[in-house]
Structure formats: C-alpha cells, structure tokens
C-alpha cells in the first residue's frame, strides 16, 4: 500500500503558547522532502505528531489512513530519529542493534554494519563513548537501516564534521533510490542538501507556508541585475521581493510564474538569473532583512 501522510486543520500547543496553528499537509507515496524553517517554528513538534509521539489539541493526523497513535502497527512504520533519541548508554551498538532487528522487520543489519566501518565506528563500543558527531552517525545509520516506510530525520547531520556530512547526503541519496520510501529530513542546511531533495515543506509563524515539488518553486523566484532605470521600469506591476539600487550594484528579486515577463526581460539586455532554493526559501521566511544590524556598533 502507499504511504500517505494526511494533516487536517491541527493545531498544538501548551496552554496559551500555540506551536502549531492549524496547519494542513498532504503527502503521498515516496519522496525525499527537506523541511525547512527558523528555530522554535514547530519542526519537531509536527514530526513527534506525524510518529503519534504527541496528540493534536485541534484537527487530525492520519497516516495511511489511521491515526499513529492509536496504531501500533502504523507506529512499526515510522522511525523517528532527532535529538530526544536515546539509547541506553552503557549498551554497545552491537547490542542497540538486536533492539532494531525486533522493532523494525525491513532493518537491514549487512547495510547497517557496512555504515558503521565506513564511518570508522567500533559497534563494540557503548554509544556514551562516541562523540557527539558519532553519537549524531550512529542515529542516522539505525534509521536509515530500518528502513520504515515512513522515515523522519530531525536535524540529523548535528554535530557532524563537513566530510561526514557529505558522505551522509550521499548515502540518504543513493539509499532512497536502491529503497524508495517517504523520507523527511529536516535541517537548517538546505544549501547542502537543495541537490538532493525533491520535496520542500516551509514552516513559518506557526504554519505550514509552502509544500509543494522542489521543481516547482525553483522556477518561482528570479534576481535581475543591470541598470537602475531599466530596472525600475520593468518592475512596475510585478511581486518584487526585494530592490537593491547602489554605487556598487542594482538588482531586484522578483517572484513570477510568468514566462513572457522573463522573456521581455532578456531582450533589454537586464542579466537574469535564478535564485538558489536555499536562497528562495531565505526570501520566503523573510531572513534577509539586516535593519537594525549597524546599530551594533554605533557609539
């Protein structure tokens, strides 16, 4: 059957201090989906909804077709690995490892043990023994080898050196196409990951802001460059983003899906040029703004 993820109208908080607001996402069969947005905005809280590790206060969650509460086979169908993951700490990985062979029927042992040698971990070892970075390795290479149908990644690089993390995205790639499933990452390093993911989700101000195809909105925003004048002139009418017109440098972000705009655009000689999805997504959650920034160092 086709997993599907179905969130309707749900809202979480604690007392007066709401998390969630009424948020609505629909997902179905296999993807690799980034989930993007500042600190505090509800990641996590939406991914401890989605495994049925909290209960909505408003709406509901349903995951193929069943709240993940309620369920414990659909709950066997999800991992959830982010930062409240714990192991006990005297245990070597060997025997972490048995846990996963009885909790989760598709974990691949031959797959989780080539991770570890290439990572350089000794499964002899407790997991308190490992770095933080390793510790951070250890729980990506148990989720990844259990291969859920439903797999929830919560900031899962933390801790890891740049060379670890690049093998990790590597593998999350290539595991995903030998293993199709609904693989959710969320991270705050979607400039390393934007090559690999087909499937963005934006959380901003207690909402889900944008879901859709990474496709699609890689085509959604565009930076012109060129004279300030021209510049101007063609922006009459259109969703600009942000303006920039200097000694140095004149530019406009423009949001459109019209491509006879873009097409008028080249032929004045203006340079035109698309946006990167980290920069994209920086624009939609407004992060670009620096108002406020050269007070800092004013007497």
């Known amino acids: ?13 604690y007392k007066k201090d709401m998390v969630l607001s009424h948020i609505n996402l629909e997902l179905k069969g296999n993807c690799l989906a980034c989930m993007i947005g500042n600190n505090g905005v509800g990641k996590t809280t939406l991914f401890k909804l989605i495994a049925g590790d909290m209960i909505p206060v408003e709406g509901k969650i349903l995951v193929d077709g069943v709240s993940p509460e309620a369920s414990v086979e659909i709950k066997r169908n999800i991992i959830l690995s982010d930062a409240d993951t714990k192991f006990p700490r005297n245990l070597k990985l060997s025997e972490i490892m048995s846990y996963f062979q009885e909790s989760y029927e598709n974990f691949d042992e031959t797959f989780a043990r080539k991770l570890f040698e290439l990572f350089h971990i000794n499964e002899k070892k407790a997991f308190k023994e490992h770095s933080l970075g390793f510790q951070s390795i250890v729980k990506f290479i148990f989720a990844l080898s259990a291969r859920a149908p439903i797999t929830l990644l919560d900031e899962p690089v933390i801790g890891m050196d740049l060379g670890a993390r690049r093998k990790a995205y590597k593998i999350l790639l290539r595991e995903y196409i030998e293993h199709p499933r609904m693989i959710i990452v969320s991270s705050h390093m979607l400039n390393e990951m ?8 934006l959380i901003q101000d207690q909402k889900i802001k944008t879901a859709c195809e990474v496709d699609k909105l890689s085509n959604l925003m565009f930076r012109i460059d060129g004279d300030a004048s021209q510049l101007k ?29 873009l097409n008028k655009v080249a032929q004045t000689g203006l340079s035109v040029s698309r946006l990167s999805l980290s920069d994209i997504c920086m624009y939609q959650l407004n992060d670009y703004e620096e108002e406020g920034m050269d007070a800092l160092w004013e007497e």
Do not use: C, H, P, W
């Open 194 to 201: 934007e090559e690999i993911v087909d499937y963005l989700i």
């Open 233 to 261: 002139e063609i922006a009459t009418g259109q969703k600009i983003i942000r303006s920039t017109y200097s000694n140095l440098v004149n530019y406009i972000i423009v949001q459109t899906e019209d491509e006879s705009f």
């Open 1 to 13: 059957m086709e997993q599907s993820i179905m969130i309707e109208d749900v809202s979480f908080g």
